[in-house]
C-alpha cells in the first residue's frame, strides 16, 4: 500500500511555456502533499505544502506566481511550472502524507524530470 | 539547521548485514525519527519510522537508544540493490533532507 504517482515521468518544455505536472495517491487519501525541487548531486529541497482544500504554504524563495499548486481532491495535487526557463530544469518530486503507528508519513512519488530549452 | 548527523559515506559487503548510524541529539519528545533512501534518479521511497521502541519490517530494523539521542538502521543481509543515499529524518511534520549516507553495496 501506499502507492504515489507522478505524471509525466519525464517532459522537454521550450522556454516561456508551462508545464503540469500531477501526484496521485493511488491506495489512500491525502489532506496534505508536498512539493520538492532536487538538482544534481543536491539533496531534496521542500518548496510547498499543498493542503486539500486550501492555498498552498511555500517555502521561502520560492515564488507562489510562478509555481502554482492545485490540491483539488484527497488524491490529487498539481504543480504547474510557469513561464519556464532553463533554470528550472530539475527533477521534481512530490509525496503524500498519511499516519501510520503514530506518526505522519510521506510516501513520495517516483519524480518527473523537467528539461526546459 | 540540521536536526540529524549521518557519516557521509560506507561500504558494506553483499550478503552483510550493514548498520547506518545516525546522531539526533536535540530531538524533542514526539518527534519520530524516519528513514528513507533514495536510489538514483528515483522518489525517496519510506524505510522505517520509530518514536521511541525499537522497531523492524520486511526491510529493516531501527534501533533507537533509550535517551533518544541516537539511532541505528539495520539492513540485515544487504544487497547490490541495496546501494542508496540513506536519509535519517527527525519529522517535524515537514520533512528536511540533509546530505544522508551514501551507501555501496559491493559484490
Known amino acids: 500500500g501506499a502507492v504515489v504517482s507522478q505524471h509525466p515521468s519525464r517532459v522537454i518544455c521550450k522556454s516561456g511555456t508551462s508545464v503540469k505536472i500531477e501526484c496521485r495517491s493511488l491506495?489512500?487519501?491525502?489532506?496534505?502533499m508536498f512539493w520538492y525541487r532536487q538538482f544534481p548531486k543536491q539533496s531534496l529541497m521542500l518548496m510547498a505544502t499543498?493542503?486539500?482544500?486550501?492555498?498552498?504554504?511555500?517555502e521561502q524563495g520560492v515564488e507562489k506566481d510562478k509555481f502554482l499548486i492545485n490540491h483539488a481532491s484527497l488524491t490529487l495535487s498539481t504543480l504547474t511550472v510557469t513561464s519556464a526557463h532553463p533554470e528550472d530544469s530539475s527533477f521534481y518530486i512530490c509525496?503524500?502524507?498519511?499516519?501510520?503507528?503514530?506518526?505522519?508519513?510521506?510516501?513520495f512519488g517516483p519524480g518527473t524530470r523537467l528539461l526546459v530549452l | 539547521d540540521a536536526k540529524t548527523t549521518q557519516p557521509t559515506s560506507m561500504d558494506c559487503a553483499e550478503g552483510r548485514a550493514a548498520n547506518l548510524p545516525c546522531n539526533h541529539s536535540t530531538i524533542s519528545g514526539n518527534e519520530y525519527v524516519y528513514w528513507y533512501r533514495q536510489i538514483h534518479s528515483q522518489g525517496p521511497q519510506y524505510i522505517i519510522h520509530g518514536l521511541k521502541n525499537n522497531e523492524t519490517n520486511e526491510m529493516a530494523s531501527l534501533i533507537i537508544t533509550e535517551d533518544r539521542k541516537s539511532s541505528t538502521l539495520i539492513l540485515p543481509h544487504a544487497t547490490l540493490r541495496d546501494t542508496a543515499v540513506y536519509y535519517c529524518?527527525?519529522?517535524?511534520?515537514?520533512?528536511?533532507f540533509g546530505a544522508g549516507t551514501t551507501v555501496t553495496v559491493r559484490a
Open positions: 509525496s503524500a502524507c498519511t499516519s501510520r503507528r503514530g506518526g505522519e508519513t510521506q510516501y
Open positions: 499543498s493542503n486539500e482544500g486550501s492555498k498552498a504554504t511555500y
Open positions: 491506495d489512500f487519501q491525502a489532506t496534505t
Open positions: 529524518i527527525v519529522n517535524d511534520y515537514k520533512l528536511s
